[in-house]
Protein backbone atom coordinates (compact mmCIF):
# COMPACT_ATOMS: atom_id res chain seq x y z
CA UNK A 1 0.00 0.00 0.00
CA UNK A 2 2.17 2.98 -1.45
CA UNK A 3 0.62 6.19 0.23
CA UNK A 4 2.97 8.16 -0.88
CA UNK A 5 3.29 7.92 -4.58
CA UNK A 6 5.73 10.11 -7.17
CA UNK A 7 4.77 8.70 -10.59
CA UNK A 8 7.18 10.71 -12.63
CA UNK A 9 10.67 8.17 -11.94
CA UNK A 10 12.71 10.53 -14.08
CA UNK A 11 12.69 14.65 -15.17
CA UNK A 12 15.30 16.33 -17.52
CA UNK A 13 15.57 20.21 -17.39
CA UNK A 14 17.70 22.78 -19.04
CA UNK A 15 19.85 24.81 -17.06
CA UNK A 16 18.34 27.94 -15.34
CA UNK A 17 15.28 26.56 -16.23
CA UNK A 18 12.54 25.48 -13.29
CA UNK A 19 12.18 22.01 -12.24
CA UNK A 20 8.96 20.65 -11.10
CA UNK A 21 8.54 17.54 -9.18
CA UNK A 22 5.15 15.85 -8.24
CA UNK A 23 4.04 13.75 -5.32
CA UNK A 24 0.65 12.80 -4.42
CA UNK A 25 -0.24 10.97 -1.09
CA UNK A 26 -3.70 8.98 -0.23
CA UNK A 27 -3.77 9.41 3.48
CA UNK A 28 -5.92 11.99 4.86
CA UNK A 29 -3.80 11.67 8.02
CA UNK A 30 -0.73 13.47 6.85
CA UNK A 31 0.26 16.35 8.02
CA UNK A 32 3.74 17.43 7.63
CA UNK A 33 5.24 16.65 4.57
CA UNK A 34 9.35 16.77 3.59
CA UNK A 35 11.59 16.53 0.57
CA UNK A 36 15.04 14.95 0.38
CA UNK A 37 17.61 14.92 -1.92
CA UNK A 38 19.88 11.20 -2.58
CA UNK A 39 23.32 11.11 -4.30
CA UNK A 40 24.01 7.50 -5.47
CA UNK A 41 25.37 5.75 -2.54
CA UNK A 42 25.23 8.54 0.12
CA UNK A 43 22.23 8.82 2.41
CA UNK A 44 19.23 11.32 1.78
CA UNK A 45 19.57 14.59 2.58
CA UNK A 46 16.74 16.71 4.05
CA UNK A 47 15.78 19.77 2.06
CA UNK A 48 12.82 21.19 2.86
CA UNK A 49 9.39 20.88 4.55
CA UNK A 50 6.04 21.76 5.18
CA UNK A 51 3.30 21.39 7.23
CA UNK A 52 -0.65 20.78 6.50
CA UNK A 53 -1.42 24.32 7.92
CA UNK A 54 0.81 26.50 5.28
CA UNK A 55 0.51 25.88 1.85
CA UNK A 56 3.80 27.21 0.51
CA UNK A 57 7.14 27.36 1.86
CA UNK A 58 10.07 28.99 0.49
CA UNK A 59 13.93 28.38 1.51
CA UNK A 60 16.47 30.10 -1.19
CA UNK A 61 15.66 28.02 -4.92
CA UNK A 62 13.65 25.93 -3.14
CA UNK A 63 9.90 26.37 -2.85
CA UNK A 64 7.19 23.10 -1.32
CA UNK A 65 3.47 23.30 -2.67
CA UNK A 66 0.76 21.94 -0.43
CA UNK A 67 -2.80 21.20 -2.47
CA UNK A 68 -4.57 19.40 0.66
CA UNK A 69 -7.42 19.09 -1.10
CA UNK A 70 -6.36 17.72 -4.07
CA UNK A 71 -3.36 15.57 -1.60
CA UNK A 72 -0.29 16.94 -4.14
CA UNK A 73 2.47 18.36 -3.30
CA UNK A 74 5.28 20.10 -5.44
CA UNK A 75 8.79 20.89 -5.22
CA UNK A 76 9.97 23.67 -7.40
CA UNK A 77 13.46 24.26 -7.92
CA UNK A 78 14.56 27.38 -9.55
CA UNK A 79 16.66 27.94 -10.98
CA UNK A 80 17.96 24.83 -11.93
CA UNK A 81 22.17 24.19 -11.54
CA UNK A 82 23.61 20.91 -12.80
CA UNK A 83 24.55 20.26 -8.82
CA UNK A 84 20.84 19.51 -8.44
CA UNK A 85 20.92 16.43 -10.15
CA UNK A 86 19.66 13.74 -7.84
CA UNK A 87 16.72 11.68 -6.68
CA UNK A 88 14.39 13.89 -4.78
CA UNK A 89 12.06 11.87 -2.35
CA UNK A 90 9.25 13.21 -0.83
CA UNK A 91 8.09 11.84 2.72
CA UNK A 92 4.83 12.25 4.94
CA UNK A 93 4.01 11.56 8.52
CA UNK A 94 0.97 11.84 10.62
CA UNK A 95 0.81 14.05 13.58
CA UNK A 96 -0.79 11.70 15.75
CA UNK A 97 1.55 8.75 14.85
CA UNK A 98 4.34 11.01 13.80
CA UNK A 99 6.98 8.30 13.99
CA UNK A 100 6.88 6.57 11.02
CA UNK A 101 7.74 8.85 7.58
CA UNK A 102 6.32 6.95 4.46
CA UNK A 103 8.41 7.81 1.37
CA UNK A 104 7.48 7.65 -2.19
CA UNK A 105 10.17 6.19 -4.68
CA UNK A 106 11.90 8.86 -5.80
CA UNK A 107 12.00 11.19 -8.94
CA UNK A 108 15.11 10.84 -10.61
CA UNK A 109 16.12 14.70 -11.89
CA UNK A 110 18.73 15.66 -14.35
CA UNK A 111 20.08 18.94 -14.80
CA UNK A 112 21.84 19.64 -18.28
CA UNK A 113 24.11 22.45 -18.60
CA UNK B 1 27.68 19.49 14.51
CA UNK B 2 28.51 16.03 13.48
CA UNK B 3 25.36 14.07 11.66
CA UNK B 4 24.24 10.90 11.79
CA UNK B 5 27.34 8.45 11.53
CA UNK B 6 26.99 4.95 10.23
CA UNK B 7 29.36 1.75 10.09
CA UNK B 8 30.27 0.25 8.61
CA UNK B 9 29.70 1.81 4.99
CA UNK B 10 29.97 -1.63 3.39
CA UNK B 11 29.78 -5.31 4.22
CA UNK B 12 29.55 -8.36 2.09
CA UNK B 13 28.63 -11.31 3.54
CA UNK B 14 27.96 -15.03 2.52
CA UNK B 15 24.22 -16.21 3.11
CA UNK B 16 23.76 -17.45 6.54
CA UNK B 17 26.20 -14.78 8.40
CA UNK B 18 25.39 -12.83 10.90
CA UNK B 19 25.72 -8.73 10.41
CA UNK B 20 25.70 -5.54 12.68
CA UNK B 21 25.78 -2.06 11.95
CA UNK B 22 26.18 0.55 14.07
CA UNK B 23 24.53 4.11 14.17
CA UNK B 24 25.68 7.13 16.33
CA UNK B 25 22.86 9.72 16.23
CA UNK B 26 23.17 13.32 16.58
CA UNK B 27 24.16 13.84 19.85
CA UNK B 28 20.82 15.89 20.94
CA UNK B 29 18.58 13.70 18.88
CA UNK B 30 16.23 11.50 21.43
CA UNK B 31 14.51 9.81 18.41
CA UNK B 32 16.34 7.22 15.98
CA UNK B 33 15.21 5.50 12.93
CA UNK B 34 16.30 2.49 10.92
CA UNK B 35 15.56 2.32 7.25
CA UNK B 36 15.89 -0.09 4.35
CA UNK B 37 16.29 1.18 0.62
CA UNK B 38 15.97 -1.00 -2.17
CA UNK B 39 17.00 -0.37 -5.68
CA UNK B 40 14.64 1.99 -6.99
CA UNK B 41 12.42 2.39 -4.29
CA UNK B 42 12.19 4.98 -1.37
CA UNK B 43 13.53 4.39 2.22
CA UNK B 44 10.98 1.69 3.90
CA UNK B 45 10.78 2.49 7.69
CA UNK B 46 11.66 -0.60 10.05
CA UNK B 47 11.77 0.68 13.42
CA UNK B 48 12.24 3.34 15.66
CA UNK B 49 13.34 4.22 19.05
CA UNK B 50 12.69 7.15 21.81
CA UNK B 51 15.67 7.27 23.74
CA UNK B 52 16.33 3.66 24.98
CA UNK B 53 12.46 2.31 24.32
CA UNK B 54 11.63 0.22 21.12
CA UNK B 55 8.52 1.96 20.39
CA UNK B 56 7.57 0.47 17.19
CA UNK B 57 8.50 -2.31 14.44
CA UNK B 58 7.28 -2.04 10.45
CA UNK B 59 6.15 -6.15 9.86
CA UNK B 60 9.20 -5.74 7.68
CA UNK B 61 11.43 -6.30 10.66
CA UNK B 62 11.42 -10.55 10.76
CA UNK B 63 12.61 -12.22 13.57
CA UNK B 64 15.91 -12.59 12.13
CA UNK B 65 16.22 -8.72 12.78
CA UNK B 66 16.95 -7.13 16.11
CA UNK B 67 17.92 -3.89 16.99
CA UNK B 68 19.05 -1.77 20.40
CA UNK B 69 19.84 1.23 21.94
CA UNK B 70 21.30 0.66 24.94
CA UNK B 71 21.61 4.21 26.85
CA UNK B 72 19.51 5.75 24.38
CA UNK B 73 22.35 6.90 22.68
CA UNK B 74 24.20 4.43 19.38
CA UNK B 75 22.19 2.04 18.14
CA UNK B 76 22.95 -1.67 16.47
CA UNK B 77 20.85 -3.04 14.23
CA UNK B 78 21.67 -7.04 13.36
CA UNK B 79 20.88 -9.58 11.04
CA UNK B 80 20.96 -13.30 11.79
CA UNK B 81 21.22 -16.11 9.27
CA UNK B 82 21.54 -13.45 5.98
CA UNK B 83 19.11 -14.21 2.73
CA UNK B 84 20.28 -12.67 -0.70
CA UNK B 85 17.01 -10.87 0.09
CA UNK B 86 18.60 -8.69 2.65
CA UNK B 87 20.69 -7.00 -0.16
CA UNK B 88 20.15 -3.44 0.61
CA UNK B 89 20.80 0.07 2.21
CA UNK B 90 20.37 0.33 5.94
CA UNK B 91 19.75 3.57 6.53
CA UNK B 92 19.44 5.17 10.19
CA UNK B 93 18.07 8.57 10.74
CA UNK B 94 17.97 10.88 13.95
CA UNK B 95 15.20 13.44 15.05
CA UNK B 96 14.80 15.69 18.26
CA UNK B 97 11.19 14.66 18.99
CA UNK B 98 9.20 17.83 20.12
CA UNK B 99 5.66 16.15 20.07
CA UNK B 100 4.66 14.26 17.54
CA UNK B 101 3.78 16.92 14.71
CA UNK B 102 6.45 18.68 12.76
CA UNK B 103 9.80 16.46 13.41
CA UNK B 104 12.48 16.35 10.83
CA UNK B 105 14.42 13.37 10.44
CA UNK B 106 18.38 13.16 9.10
CA UNK B 107 19.34 10.49 8.05
CA UNK B 108 23.27 9.30 8.05
CA UNK B 109 24.84 7.97 5.03
CA UNK B 110 23.83 3.84 4.93
CA UNK B 111 25.51 1.03 5.29
CA UNK B 112 25.40 -1.18 2.22
CA UNK B 113 24.68 -4.84 2.88
CA UNK B 114 25.48 -7.40 -0.05
CA UNK B 115 24.51 -11.18 0.38
CA UNK B 116 26.03 -13.38 -1.74
Known amino acids: DQQVKQNSPSLSVQEGRISILNCDYT??????FLWYKKYPAEGPTFLIS?????DKNEDGRFTVFLNKSAKHLSLHIVPSQPGDSAVYFC????????????FGTGTSLTVIP | DTGVSQNPRHKITKRGQNVTFRCDPI?????LYWYRQTLGQGPEFLTY????????KSRLLSDRFSAERPKGSFSTLEIQRTEQGDSAMYLC??????????????FGEGSWLTVV
Open chain 1, 27 to 32: NSMFDY
Open chain 2, 93 to 106: ASSLAQGAFGNTIY
Open chain 2, 49 to 56: FQNEAQLE
Open chain 1, 91 to 102: AASAGNTGNQFY
Open chain 1, 50 to 54: ISSIK
Open chain 2, 27 to 31: SEHNR
